[in-house]
């Protein structure tokens, strides 16, 4: 069996006349590419599929952090649509747009931190507000900046203000983590996708 967890925006729905398809990415290659199909015409396997982010959570919900969790938000990824969203404000090559240099080079610098932990906690009150979720997990490479998490946790708190009570936020460091399985989230949770295939 094979599973995929591919770039997007990429088609998951099994019902729908492009599932397996590659939609509108910025990739221009491949575009509307039936990726799914490819793969099925020349492996002849059981194949799942899914997106990129929601393999790499997949696989913190089967086998890291969020095993057991029936609601898991997993953040990670660049935009290149929106310079305002997200993404736009708090990934790695908006960082390095920003000031000049990649994350990795900014470590001392404490007002790059200071801004992309405002910005990251933003979002994540609003993701709380309106989801309710038992964990957050925060992947991809900024995160690597784990001076980031205590700062992140602590605007949270000063964020909701104590508007929610809930056990999960009353653990704070448990409940807004780094990704757990040292970067192998992704491939664990492809695992996952292609044990699912063989099972159906």
Known sequence: ALGVAAFGPVDVK????????????????????????????????????????????LGEVTYGCARGLDSVIYITGICPYHKNCL?????????????GKKAVELVDRPEVWEM??????????????????RKIILGGGVMHQEQLFPM?????????????????????????VPASLHDDQGIMGCI???LNALQA
């Not at 990739?27 to 393999?55: C, F, I, Q, S, Y």
């Not at 993404?87 to 000031?99: D, L, M, Q, V």
């Not at 964020?159 to 807004?176: A, C, F, R, W």
Request: net charge negative.
């Open 14 to 57: 099994p019902e729908s006349e492009t599932y397996g398809y590659i939609l509108d990415t910025p990739k221009l290659a491949w575009r509307h590419k039936d990726l799914l199909g490819r793969l099925k015409a020349e492996l002849k396997v059981p194949m799942g599929l899914d997106t990129d982010v929601n393999g790499s959570c």
């Open 116 to 133: 992309e932990s405002y910005y990251i906690a933003q979002a994540l009150v609003d993701y709380i507000m309106l989801l309710s979720p």
């Open 192 to 194: 996952k996708l292609g």
């Open 152 to 176: 992140i946790r602590q605007k949270v708190r000063e964020m909701l203000n104590g508007y929610i009570k809930t056990k999960e936020l009353e653990d704070m460091d448990s409940y807004i």
């Open 87 to 99: 993404e736009g404000f708090a990934s790695g090559p908006s960082i390095e747009a920003r000031w």
